[in-house]
């Protein structure tokens, strides 16, 4: 079974998805840190973000890997160097709808994702999961919430990893996100038809996810 979970930045994806997959002993693949991966290592090489012939080289010989841990956790291997940690970055952070919106990247990167759900039972996030890497998802859902709402979360959540950023920072790194996350040629952030749409924002984490169980019906 394929469980796909769209949504812009800051909506709750990730911390959902994993959720819901520890709780069916499903696998999770945080198709997000697969980008991330990849952004971190053109940065670390040095490679121009306005170069993308470079940075698709760079991929198609980039080895990325994502492994569950026992916690429910994903370990992010690149070229076979855990690189969990690096890539939740904010310097990751700020690039990394550039390098996503590359197409033969996108390409790259979403054959590699159908892969990794040929592994078994799996719950997905991702901007473009429901709509173009598996479009025949057993399940979809589609996770907003109020822009704002989604700013103090990513505000919150980098200062509990000890970053210390500037809420006005955050806010503005959102805004270019999101407007190139829903903007760009190739494969745009959208809610497919067929995905069941849940607003997060007054919501805690512990509701949304009995909410994506409850249209589970598992």
Known sequence: MIIAIDGPAGAGKSTIAKLIAQKLGFLYIDTGAMYRALTLKVLDDKIDINRPEQIIALAKKS????????????????????????????RITKYVSDVAKIKEVREIMVNLQRKFGQRGDCVLDGRDIGTVVFPNADKK???DAHFEERVNRRHKELNGMGKGIAFGDVKADLANRDNIDSTREVAPLKRADDAIYV?????????????????LNL
């Open 141 to 143: 859902f589609y996770l």
């Open 63 to 90: 080895d990325i890997d994502l492994l569950n841990n026992p916690d429910g956790s994903i370990k992010v291997l690149l070229d076979d160097v855990d690189v969990s940690l690096p890539i939740r970055d904010p």
């Open 199 to 215: 607003d997060t924002t007054k919501m805690s984490i512990d509701e949304v996810v009995q909410v994506l169980l409850k249209h």
